[in-house]
């Protein structure tokens, strides 16, 4: 367990995710060179890998390439629950999209913890897996009675749990509801064991390969930026926002939110069981052992990337939460994460676009992806080899429940041609010589919207502010030293490389505009 990041204080000084620091991860090369497969898996988190993984024990050829390096993206930052209690989401799935489809959903995901499950057994995998209750609790009369309506869905629905009347923190809660034998586990773990297994079996794995494009046919072709091309009967886009969009108008479909996590040594003894609070700003509590001592994940503070408050504040609120619930000894990791989530709250799993059954995707997975992208894996295997999957029609990325899809895609995209109004019509006043060390911020600078940096040295990073997507204007994240895009949630380093798309194209030094991506060869549209 390291502590060198810490400075001035309890909060660390830079962010850095428990999962990545556990364990040694396998390096991978780079694709050099033009390759044919039977299925080509864009990501490598937990959807991809698990898919990888069933394949190959189906006897396909697979390749799985990723931008970065496995398991760096929102797996590798997740908070780790495996459970079907997505927030208050029963009685809203009911109204909207009908009792069976609700019911499909639970079922869904109940059937991606039991195949969690079941292979940690099989394989004996040491990755901390734990069956868990997990609760959702309310502190205000308003979500205490939309916590009695989620209660009367579970009943509905044949969801094993209850309404309880307290919870064993110091929090003044109304009620709370308890969905039974839920789960837990350290996913990086689990999934470099599944890594291992893909790797014997002949699959392949591709690191710093990042896909720009497809050429679509009946064997469609995978390009990337490197110029290299990989032919196969599949293609799966596994990769946290689509990297490639088709006509699916994804980013029209989809906001991104964000939220951030502490890992912290507490004074009181973590009682077990895993929880969210129904209301807002959100509070989510598991337990982990590092080191041989129990620590507690302290998670929460949604908002929309690249919009809201300073993101310091952030961290600084889950602190105050876990100092006044348990007593601090210690803060040992902080960092952050972000997911999609769809106009209608349930996950794009299927075809691309319809009449596409050989270019399938998986995103909008609302921070559940444990088991969303488990499930996402499993029904991918089954449209694969040909075998009938009751979730297909309830996921299909082309369907469209107009009671709240067509609301919230008027709302969503209102809200992205706002911020790009915005961005664009803001002057900021700060200059390059305002900067102190270590901090960044929007500037001037010769009449034109800059991005600046200036590192712990002294030395000054310059960036245009114009996101390579659509032309939105990205803001400055200081918690993680990040810029963000308010519109879709790309996110960049503060030298302007892509962290996280739909951004495929680093921020530029030059004065970019929109349409330098919209016309260029290698963009996704």
């Known amino acids: 367990m390291t502590h060198q990041n810490r400075k001035n204080g309890k ?66 930052h997740t908070t780790a629950k495996i459970t079907a209690q997505h927030d208050l989401i029963y009685d809203e799935f009911i109204h909207n999209i009908g009792r069976n489809h609700a019911r499909l959903y639970y079922e869904a995901n109940s059937q991606a913890l039991d195949f969690i499950k079941n292979t940690v057994e099989q394989h004996q995998i ?21 916590i009695e309506k989620e209660a009367e869905a579970y009943e509905t629905l044949g969801i094993e749990g209850g309404l309880v009347d307290s919870i064993p923190f110091d929090i003044a809660i109304q009620n709370a509801l308890v969905m039974k034998n839920q789960a837990q586990f350290h996913p990086t773990k689990y999934l470099v064991h599944l890594i291992e297994h893909i790797t014997k079996k002949g699959g392949l794995i591709f690191e710093n390969t990042t896909a720009v494009n497809i050429e679509t046919g009946e064997q469609p072709v995978v390009l990337t930026r490197e110029e290299h091309r990989i032919t196969a009967k599949y293609v799966l886009a ?9 006509f699916g108008l994804y980013s029209t479909r ?11 040594k507490t004074k009181k003894k973590y009682p077990g069981g895993i929880y969210i609070s129904a209301d807002e700003p959100t509070r989510s509590l598991r337990s982990v052992t590092i080191d041989g001592e129990e620590v ?42 972000q997911d999609l989530t769809t106009l209608d709250k349930l996950p794009y799993i299927g075809e691309l676009t319809s009449g596409q059954p050989n270019i399938l995707i998986a995103t909008g997975f609302r921070k559940w992806g444990m088991s969303n992208g488990t499930a996402a894996a499993l029904l991918f295997r089954d449209m694969i080899v040909g075998k009938e999957n009751a979730f297909q029609k309830l996921y299909t990325p082309s369907r469209f429940y107009a009671h709240p899809s067509l609301k919230n895609f008027l709302v969503e995209n209102a809200n992205v041609v706002g911020q790009l109004i915005k961005g664009k019509l803001d002057s900021p006043k700060t200059v ?55 519109c879709h949630g790309s996110r960049f380093s503060f030298t302007g ?4 798309g739909p951004a495929e194209k680093p921020l530029q030094k030059y004065d970019y505009k929109m349409m330098d991506n ?3 060869e290698d963009s996704g549209y």
């Open 296 to 337: 507690v994940l302290i998670v929460g503070e949604n908002h929309k990337t690249g919009q809201g408050i300073d993101t310091m504040e952030h961290y600084k609120a889950l602190e105050a939460f876990g100092e006044e619930i348990f007593g601090l000894d210690d803060i040992i990791y902080r960092w952050s994460a």
């Open 238 to 246: 596994c990769s946290h926002f689509p990297f490639y969009e088709g």
């Open 497 to 500: 490389e892509v962290m996280e």
């Open 432 to 486: 390059p010589e305002d900067l102190a060390n270590g901090e960044g911020a929007v500037i001037t600078l010769d009449g034109h919207r800059k991005g600046a940096y200036k590192d712990d040295t002294g030395e000054l990073h310059i960036v245009d502010t114009t996101c390579t997507h659509i032309g939105c204007e990205v803001e400055w994240n200081s918690g993680d030293r990040t810029w963000d895009c308010p």
């Open 11 to 76: 909060l660390p000084q830079d962010p850095q995710s428990y999962w990545r620091t556990a364990i040694e991860f396998p390096e991978f090369p780079s694709l050099e060179e033009d390759l044919q497969v039977d299925v080509v898996i864009v990501g490598a988190g937990i959807t991809g890998i698990t898919s990888a993984y069933l394949l190959v024990n189906e006897g396909l050829k697979v390749a799985i390439i990723e931008a970065g390096k496995v398991l760096n993206g929102t797996t590798g």
């Open 254 to 264: 989809m906001y991104a939110d964000r939220s951030y996590a502490l890992a912290v």
């Open 518 to 520: 919209l016309t260029s």
């Open 126 to 146: 040491d990755c901390e897996f734990s069956m868990q209750d997990a609760y959702i609790y309310a502190t205000t009369e308003k979500y205490a009675r939309k």
